[in-house]
């Protein structure tokens, strides 16, 4: 059962569906998932009583008689072998007058006429049952947390599954009926909104609220914590609190992904909200571009811990890295770790690339050389970043117009200015003259020693021949990736996709987070580097 529809926005989801979670090492147990726009509601089915003051046990007393057909009309599963009490997996419509809806399909036998049967195995509740007289009083308990195998489809109908009379012994995996007298034609059971109410107390089995989850900055996990391993058909959703939904599954693989992706847009979207009105408080140059849960590949990995949960944000010229998200002004001064922007190096790993069974991943090379590798869940989700990073490059980049990185040319302390107008620049730091310059045109080809010497290609406009010029630099990766990102934007800017996409920082301001959803198939935006 699954049922979901489109808000007002179009990127925000409602969605209900009856599906299995499994928290620690406990059986799985039928729960109920409601999507909302900021929440995420995890229910479970229970029995309490509707009438009079309000009043709740967990235990029911509840007196049933042997009738002449279909005796008492129950069929059972389960037992001690099971390490879970005897549990009424039917209900026969001849108790429909008897019952009154104080017995459900789920409930426990704890007691038998007084009798504690809770650590009985199967058999002998079966021969505590068949002795037990013309009428009979049971104690019963709701199990909300029982074994798969004694699950049946809620709110619907179920054929009967008799155990073999010819044996004369009963099964805990199938409906223990026949020998309690279980007329076998009738097959009927009793749906529990269609039991009549009783003239005292009333019970109804309902959907009772288990776990609210807040969407705002909540992350998603398909993996086993800490490891490469995707669970199947299966995730986590764990609030800003660290509040976790328990493993959430689904029997089909298509199930699986559309809540995922339902869930993550509504998680996008109420991020895209809360960054608008953060940036109400932050200068021009001080926006923030992007918010969202990352999965960092630890350096020194041991086999249990080779990922863990990290927060990144570009806001301004910055890259921050974080342990949970920033709520203060003074939170954004507490992170792990910043970096610049245009002196980082962002790429998005494919095929062999990959480093594990991770499948959407991207490094950062940092301005040291320093490689980080991150994982997101979604393929939705390394679009987001992708093209974040890109517009935080680029507004940056058009922001500060040039930058100077000093150098040594022929043992001469030298400056190189990285312009996004003139191009390269270099002069002598003491006299300033220019020395040489040329367009980023006119680069053809570069190398360096991967430690602190570059040389360059250039081609002279005139004679069109190649001129070499090779420099060292304290700081090499960030010089590089300055002249990548320089590049980079002086593509974008020449690209009317991804101009009219984004706007200009002197245009329109800074833009949305982003403006596409995990639903959506938008092509990826690509510029030349």
């Known amino acids: 059962m699954d049922h979901w529809k489109h808000t007002q926005s179009p990127h925000l989801l409602t969605k209900t569906g009856i599906y299995l979670m499994q928290e620690g090492n406990e059986e799985p147990f039928n729960i109920r998932l409601h999507l909302a726009k900021d929440i995420l509601t995890i229910q479970e089915q229970d029995v309490i009583c509707v009438t009079g003051e309000p009043f709740y046990s967990s235990e029911r007393t509840v007196t049933i008689r042997r009738q002449t057909i279909g005796g008492f009309g129950l069929s059972i599963k389960g037992g001690a072998e099971h390490k879970i009490p005897v549990v009424i997996s039917k209900i026969s419509k001849e108790q429909k007058a008897e019952l009154s809806g104080l017995l459900f399909i789920g409930d426990g036998i704890l007691q038998i006429n007084g009798i504690n049967v809770r650590s009985y195995r199967h058999e002998e509740v079966v021969q505590v049952l068949r002795n037990a007289g013309e009428e009979v009083t049971l104690t019963v308990s709701f199990l909300k947390k029982t074994p798969a195998f004694l699950k049946l489809p809620l709110c ?3 054929t009967c599954i008799p155990s073999d009379q010819s044996s004369g012994t009963s099964s805990p995996l199938c409906d223990s009926g026949l020998h309690l007298n279980y007329h076998p034609n009738n097959t009927d059971t009793l749906s529990c909104s269609s039991w009549p109410t009783s003239p005292g107390l009333r019970w109804e089995k309902r959907w009772v609220d288990l776990r609210l989850i807040p969407l705002l900055h909540s992350r998603l996990s398909q993996y086993i914590p800490g490891s490469d391993v995707c669970r199947k058909n299966a995730f986590q959703v764990i609030a800003v609190d660290g509040v976790c939904s328990g493993v959430i599954q689904f029997t089909a693989a298509e199930d699986c992904l559309d809540w995922l992706q339902a869930i993550a847009s509504n998680i996008s979207s109420l991020t895209k909200h809360n ?11 001080q ?18 811990r080779m990922y863990s949960p990290k927060f990144l944000a570009l806001r301004g010229s910055s890259l921050f890295k974080f342990s949970a998200p920033p709520v203060t002004t003074w939170d ?5 770790k910043s970096f610049t922007v245009y002196e980082i190096m962002c790429k998005i790993l494919k095929d062999n690339d990959l480093l594990d069974k991770r499948k959407h991943c991207f490094s950062v090379q940092t301005e040291s050389g320093e490689d980080m590798f991150f994982s997101v869940e979604l393929e939705c989700e390394l679009l987001i970043w992708e093209k974040a990073f890109q517009m935080a490059t680029f507004l940056e980049v058009e922001r500060i117009q040039s930058k100077t990185y000093a150098c040594i040319m022929e043992s001469h302390l030298m400056g190189l200015t990285i312009d996004f107008s003139m191009g390269f620049v270099c002069f002598d730091a003491a006299s300033k003259a220019v020395l040489w310059r040329y367009k980023f045109s006119q680069l053809k080809g570069s190398s360096d020693d991967g430690k602190s010497k570059i040389k360059f290609l250039f081609q002279n406009q ?18 590089l990736h300055c002249i990548h990102a320089f590049f980079a934007a002086k593509v974008a800017c020449l690209d009317p996709m991804f101009v009219e996409s984004h706007g200009t920082a002197t245009t329109t301001g800074i833009p949305s987070l982003s403006s596409i959803s995990c639903n959506s198939q938008t092509p990826k935006l690509k510029y030349a580097t």
């Open 462 to 479: 005139d004679s069109k021949s190649i001129e070499a010029k090779e420099l060292e630099f304290s700081n090499l990766f960030a010089v």
């Open 156 to 158: 619907e109908d179920c």
């Open 332 to 336: 954004w001064t507490r992170a792990e």
């Open 275 to 285: 960054v608008k009105k953060i940036n109400r408080n932050f200068p021009v140059n």
């Open 287 to 304: 926006q923030i571009i992007y918010m969202g849960w990352v999965d960092e590949k630890e350096q020194d990995s041991v086999q249990d």
